[in-house]
């Protein structure tokens, strides 16, 4: 469900329904220009009303795995930006939390369903058109943002452009210029300084200090479309701790969330957190997660509670 704001101004346009009228002639009418015009305003929208939806859905903490795609949509009350996934047939789309723009148009209101709401009206027709799209589009090696507009002809555009990659238009800090490794001395230097992060550290099994002086770290490019933990190890001590070059150590990372909802992907706390989350395994200190994404997810804020003073904001 994570989404990057944009400008829009770079929209690349995939037509899935040209209309007939535009097939005919080359040269597009007044009425078509003014569509066109009236498109591209709505798209805007879109975008804002996206970007705000998502905000306030993320900070109701949604359940990974109910979310997919966001669906934004402009009703008589403003707009309703929609939540979701389809289902594994591709019959309904099961819709997991809405968000309503409210009279302060920059607000919405966000409701969730649990169990999930089924639609097989305008969301499931519009996340079908997205998948076809995105299947048309092929392999990115950038996020893009998507939107679908409604035509007069029953029928609907989507809208996939380029999304701004903070990491990389900010700072290039991506897997091919900074490496995990370097980020050793960081957290061996928070280790062996005097603070509530390394007082719990020294509670677990062996020198914390010692062994992540030792650890080989290394960088690993994950495998098909779900995304892959941030970083991965065993609780043996000399077992190397693995991180993704497409997870939250790096600002352009495929998930946006923040770590423990609290450091910005690739911000030097997320990467802190990451690299001690994996050690904190090998102390015992935190539980087995393997694939449990909720437990990893505690494990992780376990980890900030002993360790955000220490790492700072
Ligand atoms: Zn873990």
Redesign the pocket.
């Known amino acids: 469900m994570l989404r990057l704001r944009f400008g829009c101004q770079f929209a690349i346009l995939v037509l899935l329904f040209a209309t007939p009228e535009a097939q005919a002639s080359s040269k597009p009418s007044e009425a078509e220009l003014a569509a066109i015009t009236a498109r591209g305003v709505l798209l805007a929208e879109y975008d804002t009303a996206a970007w705000q939806a998502t905000d306030t859905v993320q900070a109701a903490h949604p359940v990974e795995g109910r979310v997919g795609r966001y669906i934004a949509r402009k009703t008589d009350a403003g707009w309703v930006v929609a939540f979701g996934r389809l289902n594994e047939a591709g019959n309904k789309f099961l819709l997991a939390y809405e968000a309503v723009q409210t009279a302060n148009a920059a607000q919405f209101e966000v409701r969730s369903f649990d169990p999930v709401r089924e639609d097989t009206s305008w969301n499931l027709a519009a996340a079908k058109a997205i998948e076809t799209a995105m299947r048309d589009l092929g392999g990115t090696s950038r996020p893009y943002n998507i939107a679908v507009l409604p035509t007069d002809h029953e029928n609907m555009y989507v809208y996939l452009y380029p999304a701004q990659n903070q990491g990389q238009t900010q700072n290039q800090q991506t897997a091919e210029n900074v490496k995990p490794w370097d980020f050793r001395k960081n957290v061996v230097d928070l280790l062996r300084a005097k603070n509530g992060c390394s007082d719990w550290f020294n509670t677990g099994t062996g020198s914390a200090a010692d062994i992540m002086s030792n650890v080989r770290i290394t960088l690993f490019d994950p495998k098909g479309p779900i995304p892959d933990a941030d970083a991965r190890t065993s609780e043996d001590p000399h077992a190397p701790i693995d991180v993704n070059s497409k997870g939250r150590f790096y600002a352009n990372s495929d998930n946006q969330l923040r770590v423990g909802d609290k450091y910005k992907p690739g911000s030097t706390g997320a990467r802190e957190v990451i690299l001690l989350?994996e050690l904190a395994?090998k102390m015992q200190l935190i539980p087995h997660?393997g694939l449990d994404v909720r437990q990893?997810e505690k494990?992780t804020r376990t980890v900030i509670e002993h360790c955000a003073d220490a790492i700072g904001p």
Request: no cysteine.
């Open positions: 989350h395994h997660d990893s494990n």
